[in-house]
Every structure is written in C-alpha cells, then in structure tokens.
C-alpha cells in the first residue's frame, strides 16, 4: 500500500563540507585541493553568506569569489 521509500540523491549520501569560515574562494580551493592531494572523498561543499554581495539573496561577491562558475565546473567535472 505505501510501497519503498525513495532513495536520497547519490550525492547526499557522501561526505559534505561546510564552514561559515570561507571567506573567499582562494579558502574553499584550498579545502578541495587538500580533499584531493589526501584522496578523501568529497560529495558537497557548501558556502555560507560570505560569497553573497551585500548578504542579498542570489547574488554573487565578485570580489571575494571572482570565478565561482570555474569552481563549480572544475567540482562538475571531478564528479
């Protein structure tokens, strides 16, 4: 009647990094770097408010994250 439940998206189910201590994207790609060079998996990495522009919502600092959408890509294509 209430059949299985549905599996969580792959990506959840792995180890996420977060830290409201990244102040800029230099920090976060230290973390990925260190992530890889000691080969520990890494799913998720979440930014808390440091990479907004004036804490608004969807916005961007380019000042403190000047290629975020390299970074995205680069984690993109590391799976």
Do not use: C
């Not at 439940?5 to 770097?33: C, H, R, T």
């Not at 060079?37 to 804490?55: A, F, G, R």
Request: charged content about 25%; cysteine-free.
């Amino acid at each position: 009647m209430f059949g299985k439940p549905n599996l969580p998206p792959y990506w959840s189910l792995g180890w996420q990094q977060a830290s409201w201590k990244y102040i800029n994207q230099s920090m976060i790609e230290d973390v990925i770097d260190e992530y890889e060079k000691n080969s520990m998996p890494l799913e998720t990495v979440y930014l808390d408010i440091p990479y907004m522009k004036d804490y608004a919502d969807f916005t961007v600092d380019t000042e403190t994250f000047p290629r975020l959408k390299e970074l995205a890509e680069r984690l993109h294509n590391n799976g």
